[in-house]
């Protein structure tokens, strides 16, 4: 983690957010101690989210037709009548 003074971080701000942009976090220092930080944001969006669940169900499920009659009879029912 890169440590900078809050004047050198406002003159070479444009620098830094790079910086973080590629990962890094950068831990703002004012007359020696640390007053804050910058992180990046990891943080997906729902979209991304959903097209990641969706890539781990890919291959996992079974594509048929559901409308068309199995060769078995239908009894759930055998017992009511």
Same mark, same amino acid.
């Given at each position: 983690m890169n440590s900078v003074n809050v004047t050198e971080l406002r003159q070479h701000l444009p620098d830094y957010l790079k910086q973080v942009q590629q990962g890094e976090e950068i831990a703002i220092t @004012?007359? !020696? +101690?640390t007053i804050a930080r910058i992180v990046p944001d990891h943080r997906e969006s729902k979209r991304e989210a959903a097209l +990641? %669940? @969706?890539?781990? @169900? %890919? !291959?996992t499920v079974i594509v048929g037709d559901i409308l068309a009659p199995l060769d078995e009879e239908w009894t759930a029912d055998a017992d009511n009548l």
């Open positions: @004012l007359h !020696g +101690k +990641k %669940r @969706l890539e781990a @169900l %890919r !291959g």
